[in-house]
């Protein structure tokens, strides 16, 4: 018996038009989600594209009529769980909408910037740009990407909407910063510290807000030696936490401006001798692997990094869909909104003696 073995050439959109016996056209449309397509024979359309195994060749699409469909993420941030939870969540939405994703990461110090993202995005022929801190809180950043005329759409944070020319994804951190800080006073603290993070993020300004508020809310006096500015790192934390284990009258509570920073001082503190939380109280914020890799567990607040990238993502992928489409009136990228949530564990919480 002879085995003939034949080699199947990529299916063709060619293929895919005649299985579904429409235009050519028509399965452009559909591909490139142009919306203008009537439902019976969208789902010909589909049944065909997945009979057939169809995989749209999205480097011709960026060439066909100068319609790019790639997607940049932009970012300078020391958080490596943060900007993976980002990566991942634009790339899982990028996939299921036919668009590939370029990841280019940025020195927030570079004085150059707003030249090298021309050059990044003349090179990588992008759509449109998804920007996290603290690119996306730079101005002259958003200048320069509003005179290259590039959809983009930034995470930036920010407890109300502000004025703000672009698109963006608020995270309100200042509020779930009261919330960490509010429950650690309800623990019956009142000497609290603040541990925070790179001063050109917002969130660290955000956070500290929020914890300000909380002792004034509850008339408790502030101590500036509680007060410790840093970087969003687990050395941060080390340092901060021997900073105020040195105090004449040390805090007995300290919230972390992230959980990188809670890990460090927990670790300080445990060498220390001391108890967590029982003589130190300690929380982070993000909930990040960080804060349930150590022991005991972070108190943290819970921001949605993964879920927050996919709808920035999706939210910039609708925007250029009403570009590319004659038939649809060209909708603004709206606001989206975000308040990350308390999360309570073991490290505020004492445990209640059996």
Not at 215 to 220: S, V
């Amino acid at each position: 018996m002879v085995l003939d073995t034949v080699m199947k050439t990529k299916t063709t959109i060619k293929e895919v038009a005649e299985l579904a016996g429409v235009s050519f056209k028509t399965v452009s449309r559909v591909i490139n989600n142009e919306g203008s397509v009537r439902k019976e024979t969208l789902q010909k359309v589909n049944d065909a594209i997945s009979e057939l195994n169809y995989q749209p060749n999205n480097a011709a699409r960026n060439l066909a009529g100068n319609k790019s469909y790639s997607l940049g993420y932009v970012y300078d941030n020391p958080n490596a769980y943060y900007v993976l939870d980002m990566q991942n969540g634009i790339l899982a939405e990028c996939r299921e909408r036919g668009y590939e994703l370029v990841i280019h990461p940025c020195s927030a110090n570079n004085k150059h910037i707003v030249d090298e993202l021309a050059t990044m995005i003349k090179r990588s022929q992008l759509a449109g740009l998804i920007i996290s801190p603290p690119l996306s809180e730079m101005p002259e950043v958003l200048s320069g990407l509003d005179a290259m005329n590039i959809p983009f759409i930034r995470i930036i944070s920010a407890s109300e909407v502000s004025q703000e020319s672009s698109p963006c994804v608020y995270i309100n951190d200042r509020d779930a910063a009261f919330d960490i800080t509010e429950h650690l006073i309800e623990q019956g603290h009142t000497k609290i510290a603040f541990l925070r993070g790179d001063d050109n993020h917002r969130s660290s300004h955000e956070r500290k807000i929020g914890y300000l508020n909380a002792l004034k809310k509850h008339d408790i006096s502030i101590n500036e030696d509680y007060q410790i500015d840093g970087s969003y790192s687990f050395e941060f934390g080390v340092q901060g936490a021997k900073q105020l284990l040195s105090l004449s009258e040390p805090p007995t509570g300290i919230f972390s401006c992230n959980d990188e920073i809670a890990a460090g001082a927990l670790f300080a503190v445990r060498l220390q001798g001391l108890n967590v939380p029982d003589d130190m109280a300690i929380a982070g914020f993000e909930d990040s692997p960080f804060s349930r890799q150590t022991w005991p567990m972070l108190t943290t607040a819970a921001q949605p990094t993964n879920t927050i990238a996919r709808k920035a993502a999706a939210s910039l992928i609708q925007h250029l869909v009403h570009l590319r489409s004659p038939k649809t009136s060209v909708d603004s990228i709206p606001h989206l909104h975000y308040r990350p949530q308390l999360v309570k564990r073991e490290s505020t919480l004492s445990v209640p003696s059996k």
